[in-house]
């Protein structure tokens, strides 16, 4: 049976342990770990290289499951294939559609000069890219998440959009746009995901020594509806 859990409620993330999966290395000497997303199969991420549009970024896939997509055993949340052919920009965001078997990247930035507004498409498999698809003339996307029963995409822009959160159809299109989202505590934003009703994002407070913060957002009534403090017990680390 196809089994998924669902945010309670507001406070769902009040008062909770967290737990370490599992831990990598990065691989370039200046690598920002920036998005993860997860398939039926895999955890993937994207370690951004570098600010340089010519240096490729890295893509990891981690086994979700003990066993692979062949059904073999394997060591859950190893490595199971790693690529490194293709600059992602910022590689702010991730989200798969297993509708369209597809990954869609939110760029954050366009060093590639016709980049602005777009989202690249990863293959979930071969982790390369298959495309491109453009959103706005108007922003550059931070965050994207998916809706599974409304096959919609939730996607949060750049300042230049006021970090608005926005509903797109399953072809992109702008069904709503909710505006900005409060930054407080914070300024600017990570990655989001989606739940039902719920966005839950990550304001950035790297250098404001306040400690670290995640956001969630109701669709339904189209605001920030708790701001919960997060402590995982990590050491010598910092938020990009």
Wanted: hydrophobic share 30%; glycine share 8%.
């Amino acid at each position: 049976a196809d089994c998924r859990a669902e945010i309670a409620g507001d406070e769902a993330f009040s008062h909770i342990t967290w737990e370490k999966l599992f831990e990598d290395a990065l691989l370039a000497p200046n690598g920002v770990m920036q998005s993860v997303c997860v398939t039926e199969h895999y955890i993937i991420s994207i370690e951004n290289t570098a600010d340089d549009p010519g240096q490729p970024d890295t893509v990891s896939a981690y086994y979700r499951n003990s066993v692979d997509e062949n059904g073999q055993p394997v060591q859950q949340y190893s490595l199971a294939k790693r690529v490194a052919d293709t600059d992602w920009e910022h590689g702010n965001g991730m989200a798969y559609n297993p509708n369209t078997g597809e990954i869609y990247v939110a760029l954050y930035t366009n060093t590639h000069g016709d980049n602005g507004g777009c989202l690249y498409v990863m293959d979930p498999n071969t982790l390369a890219l298959k495309g491109k698809i453009k959103v706005s003339d108007s922003y550059n996307i931070l965050g994207i998440g998916y809706r599974r029963e409304e096959n919609q995409y939730v996607i949060q822009t750049d300042g230049t959009g006021g970090y608005s959160i926005k509903i797109l159809d399953e072809n992109f299109q702008l069904l709503d746009d909710q505006g900005p989202a409060d930054p407080s505590p914070g300024y600017n934003f990570q990655d989001l995901c989606v739940s039902g009703d719920y966005v839950i994002n990550f304001p950035l407070t790297y250098g404001m020594n306040i400690g670290e913060y995640m956001h969630v957002y109701s669709l339904s009534r189209r605001t920030t509806v708790a701001s919960v403090p997060l402590d995982f017990q990590l050491m010598d680390y910092i938020q990009i």
